[in-house]
């Protein structure tokens, strides 16, 4: 019986324990600088701000405590602030570094200025505090916070007393400069096709994703070396910015083409890293069409963006994405993503290694389309390209005018003559061709078929058709040509 009673005291005694500790007072670190979601490090050459804030303590006339700290060669004290214990507050604030050691010591006293007796103040905010980083912090560190000797003065029914505060370190990562090699955009250490879905996974970050930070390089370069850049506040992503403008856009994939292949021993990140992320992949579901989207460049190029206008798509008709042509010699990479809201898609197409492509007319790549039961046909058309050549140089690219798969001669012709619009169709077409208008917008105007026998096809008044820019297209089963004409009131 006497055990049994022993036991029960023991546990009520443990019980109330954990009560009073699962209720005891908290010192702790609230960022004021940034949101929840950026609060977990700080960046070089910024200020960030840190309220010193008590969680359950009631009736307190004031706070001490010493707050530990690491880094302190790189991260100042650059002011202090009473923010708590109201109008008649005063405080006592000392900061002292140790410079062998890298470390700092603030001692803090906050005092309400008021008497015992009355209530004071419960879960203070005691004190804010602005800490500046140097540009030398290094990246991907840790800076560590700690309390210590911290204790508050509360009134009771009986008069005051001093109670200790306890508290758990807090650690901040430092973001600071990073060495970005351009095209390596997972940090690995190798520019391969696994940094074209490392790019296509954080397309649209950048200067229009706020409130997330992110920098452009100084005297950005896309040449094969290290060049030093703040890190984002995704840190992650800074890598995938290999033009170093700041944002992540499509062109960033043309600078995997220009320096594929390439390798640096400062590796950043595992590889492993990429290794998750799938190649972009489109299989052409059973009924659908490949498209294909010429273009006429000036140079020879290694790797090209385009916009394709999707507005004219049929309502019953679905894009299903891109596949590649053979534009490039050797391996090659593509990748393509729609934008639901702007109705366009964006391609980009890159040689993996140092296949060139030629001056000629030629086939960018393959617009994979589900045509609806009254669907008609679909002409992709450009909004914008640009292409990049071995040496770097970015140069706009314009739809072709017309394509010979075969040889990349232009022979099919458009005349008007006679407020007439007539079509003098290339000989390379053996037998019946299908011959289809659109307008600018890739809207179909008509469509028929031919016979070769025929030389020259009328194809429609003039009048018909008002100012603007009009594409005809003359294919068959093996052969495409797309010509241009410009109608002029």
């Known amino acids: 019986m006497l055990r049994k009673i022993r036991y029960i005291i023991v546990f009520t005694v443990s019980l109330l324990v954990l009560i009073i500790n699962g209720h005891s007072q908290e010192l702790k670190l609230k960022r004021t600088d940034v949101d929840a979601t950026r609060s977990s490090f ?17 009736r307190s006339n004031g706070v001490t405590f010493e707050l530990h700290y690491t880094k302190a060669d790189s991260v100042i004290l650059s002011g202090t602030q009473i923010i708590g214990f109201g109008p008649n507050a005063t405080s006592i604030v000392i900061p002292i570094i140790d410079t062998l050691a890298q470390s ?32 030398s912090c290094r990246n991907v560190s840790d800076l560590i916070f700690r309390f210590e000797n911290a204790q ?61 930070r992110s920098f452009k390089r100084h005297s950005a370069s896309t040449n094969w070396f290290g060049q030093s850049v703040l890190g ?20 960033d994939m043309l600078i995997i083409a220009l320096n594929f292949n390439k390798t640096h021993n400062i590796a950043q990140k ?45 309502d019953d008709a679905k894009f299903i994405g891109f596949t590649k042509s053979d534009i490039f010699e050797g391996k090659s990479f593509i990748f393509g993503k729609i934008s639901e809201v702007e109705k366009t898609a964006q391609l980009v197409v ?28 679909f002409q992709p058309i450009l909004r914008e390209a640009m292409g990049m050549t071995s040496s770097g140089f970015l140069f706009p690219m314009e739809q072709a005018l017309s394509v010979n798969e075969e040889n990349g001669t232009h022979e099919s012709q458009i005349i008007i003559r006679q407020n007439m619009v007539y079509l003098k169709i ?61 109608i002029n009131r």
Request: net charge negative; with cysteine; proline share 4%.
């Open 42 to 58: 700080v960046t070089a050459t910024y200020i960030f701000g840190i309220d010193v804030v008590v969680d359950s303590l009631k």
């Open 350 to 377: 890159g040689a993996a290694g140092q296949g060139l492509t030629s001056k000629d007319c030629s086939i960018l790549a393959y617009a994979v389309i589900e045509p609806g039961k009254h669907s008609s046909t």
């Open 152 to 212: 508050a003065v509360v009134n009771t029914d009986s008069g005051g007393k001093i109670v200790n505060i306890k508290s758990s370190p807090v650690t901040y990562k430092v973001h600071g400069f990073i060495d970005v090699w351009p095209g390596d955009a997972d940090g690995n250490g190798i520019t391969d096709i696994k940094d074209v879905s490392k790019i296509g996974l954080y397309l649209g970050f950048g200067s229009f994703l706020k409130p997330v």
């Open 270 to 314: 595992e590889s492993s890293a990429a290794q998750s992320l799938e190649e972009y992949h489109v299989i052409a579901p059973p009924g659908s069409i490949s498209v294909p989207i010429y273009v006429n460049p000036s140079e020879e190029f290694i790797g090209a963006t385009a916009t394709i206008d999707l507005t004219s798509l049929p």
């Open 426 to 486: 290339s000989d390379m077409f053996h037998n019946s061709a299908e011959i289809s208008i659109f307008d600018i917008s890739g809207n179909l105007i008509t469509k028929f078929n031919s016979m070769n026998s025929i030389s020259e096809i009328n194809l429609l008044s003039a009048e018909q058709l008002c100012s603007g820019t009009y594409f005809v297209q003359i294919s068959d089963k093996s052969i495409s040509e797309l010509v241009k004409f410009v």
């Open 232 to 251: 984002w506040d995704s840190l992650d992503v800074t890598f995938a910015d290999c033009d170093g403008n700041g944002d992540i856009t499509v062109t």
């Open 104 to 135: 700092g010591v603030i001692f803090v006293g906050v005092l309400s200025g008021d008497t015992i007796g009355v209530h004071g103040y419960d879960n203070p905010s005691v004190i804010h505090l602005e800490f500046a980083v140097s540009p």
